[in-house]
Structures are given as structure tokens and as C-alpha cells.
């Protein structure tokens, strides 16, 4: 799924790819030819960051696509795959899990709150 943010600072989803499976090519695909097909030059030149989770098949696509399609973005992988799902790998007993968590809890809004637009920058 796609995510965009419109002149009033909404959030929409300008479209959806169907996913044959999550090898390599399917990837490379999305990146080299749907998006730039469906969105064109001119749109895809004005994408400024891309998120994406840890998978290294999506992340590597966007990255041998970046030069040629989106010259002006930045790549970035996504705080919920980075940091939740990093320590659900830790395998953490249920005593030390409680204080962790608290403490990601208050990290992780911490961190949203950056990446929220409108949420540290404002008018005001």
C-alpha cells in the first residue's frame, strides 16, 4: 500500500499493488514499473521520503530504482518494524518484558511524534 499527504496535511492512498508474492522481482516490479506508470515522472520526482519495513527484497528494490524514478527521495525504514518487531525477536521473559515495553512505549510515541506531520511543526 501506498500512503501520501495532501495540502491540508491528511494522509490518503493513491493506490494499491496486488502481491504475487514477495520475491525479488515482484518488488522490482512495483518500484521500476507500477509506480512509476501509475504516478508518472513528474510525481515520482517529487516523492521525498519512502518507508519501508525490513524486508531487504523491498528495500534493496527501491533502491536500484531510487537513481532512475525517484531521484529526490530518501529511504528510510519504519519505526514499527525496526523497533516493535525487533523486540519481539529478543525473546524476552515475562518479568523483563513489562519495564521494556514501558519503556519502548514512551520511546516509540516519542519517536511517532516526529514522524507525525503537523505534530512538532505547527503553525503556531
Same mark, same amino acid.
Given at each position: 500500500?501506498?500512503?501520501?499527504?495532501?495540502?491540508?496535511m491528511k494522509s490518503f492512498s493513491p493506490f494499491r499493488?496486488?502481491?504475487?508474492?514477495?520475491?525479488?522481482?515482484?518488488?522490482?516490479?512495483?518500484?521500476?514499473?507500477?509506480?512509476?506508470?501509475?504516478?508518472?515522472?513528474?510525481?515520482?520526482?517529487?516523492?521525498?521520503?519512502?518507508?519501508?519495513?525490513?524486508?531487504?527484497?523491498? $528495500?534493496?528494490?527501491?533502491?536500484?530504482?531510487?537513481?532512475?524514478? $525517484?531521484?529526490?527521495?530518501?529511504?528510510?525504514?519504519?519505526? $514499527?518494524?525496526?523497533?516493535?518487531?525487533?523486540?519481539?525477536?529478543?525473546?524476552?521473559?515475562?518479568?523483563?518484558?513489562?519495564?521494556?515495553?514501558?519503556?519502548? !512505549?514512551?520511546?516509540?510515541? !516519542?519517536?511517532?511524534?516526529?514522524?507525525?506531520?503537523?505534530?512538532?511543526?505547527?503553525?503556531?
Amino acid at each position: 500500500m501506498s500512503l501520501g499527504i495532501d495540502g491540508n496535511m491528511k494522509s490518503f492512498s493513491p493506490f494499491r499493488v496486488f502481491m504475487p508474492s514477495r520475491c525479488a522481482w515482484v518488488y522490482n516490479w512495483i518500484f521500476g514499473h507500477v509506480m512509476p506508470n501509475l504516478l508518472g515522472e513528474e510525481v515520482c520526482n517529487r516523492i521525498q521520503i519512502v518507508l519501508t519495513d525490513g524486508e531487504p527484497q523491498m $528495500y534493496r528494490a527501491f533502491d536500484q530504482n531510487k537513481r532512475m524514478h $525517484y531521484k529526490n527521495s530518501i529511504h528510510q525504514l519504519c519505526m $514499527y518494524h525496526l523497533v516493535l518487531k525487533g523486540l519481539e525477536r529478543c525473546n524476552l521473559q515475562s518479568q523483563q518484558l513489562l519495564p521494556v515495553m514501558n519503556f519502548m !512505549t514512551t520511546f516509540k510515541e !516519542t519517536v511517532y511524534s516526529w514522524m507525525t506531520v503537523g505534530s512538532i511543526e505547527n503553525e503556531k
